[in-house]
């Protein structure tokens, strides 16, 4: 069985989606973060979350919680479902 970087290529594949919606979500977060004028620092101020964690959700580093994902909309003033809207 071939095996990348650790994990089996079925592994891999399966999970190939998952990384790809992650990544949707890393780039949505940044994006709107952008359009508030926020920077990153900023928007863990608010929402009560390390910026090296903003950092890392936005460049897919670390998987968000829902409860990181609710603080972040709300120190963005959106609903947590905009978070997710044209993904």
Known sequence: MSTY?????AWAME????KAFLNSVAKRLADLRR???????RLA???GV??????NIETGL???????MYRLAKALG??????????
């Open 5 to 9: 970087l650790g994990y089996s290529y």
């Open 50 to 55: 390390d910026r090296v964690a903003i950092a």
């Open 78 to 87: 959106i609903k947590v479902e905009e978070l997710f809207n044209n993904l």
């Open 35 to 41: 359009e508030k004028g926020l920077t990153q620092e």
């Open 62 to 68: 670390r998987r968000p919680t829902v409860t990181t």
């Open 45 to 47: 101020d608010t929402a």
């Open 15 to 18: 999970h190939q989606d998952e």
